[in-house]
């Protein structure tokens, strides 16, 4: 499976942001698929995960980003809203077969990264 992300960009303090990532596979339709985020110097760090109609969220961004997928499109995104600064930073996406949870080191497959970057 590959994967693509892309929806990164500037956005001002406050505002939204739509993170896809799609896949080379429709039988990624099975798999966990998460969103992590890393910034320079720093572990990477659990964001949200959806499997099937399960979804789990770091405290963090609990009601402020949204994890969801389109089946038909072999995509998943990432709504971003009430953005704040600390949420500046490189956005992965990972999909893994069996396991479901937020230990990165468990996911097979990941996206090349999409910066986020938001200005106060």
């Known amino acids: 499976v590959q994967l693509q992300a892309s929806g990164g960009g500037l956005v001002q303090a406050g505002g939204s942001l739509r993170l896809s990532c799609t896949a080379s596979q429709r039988t990624f339709v099975s798999y966990t698929m998460g969103w992590f985020r890393q910034a320079p110097g720093k572990e990477r760090e659990f964001v949200a995960i959806l499997r099937w109609s399960i979804t789990y969220y770091a405290d963090s961004v609990k009601g402020q980003f949204t994890i969801s997928r389109d089946n038909a499109k072999n995509t998943v995104y990432l709504q971003m809203s009430s953005l704040k600064s600390e949420d500046t930073t490189v956005y992965y996406c990972?999909?893994?077969?069996?396991?479901?949870?937020?230990?990165?080191?468990?996911?097979?497959?990941w996206g090349q990264g999409t910066l986020v970057t938001v200005s106060s």
């Open positions: 990972a999909a893994s077969r069996d396991y479901v949870g937020s230990d990165n080191g468990q996911y097979d497959y």
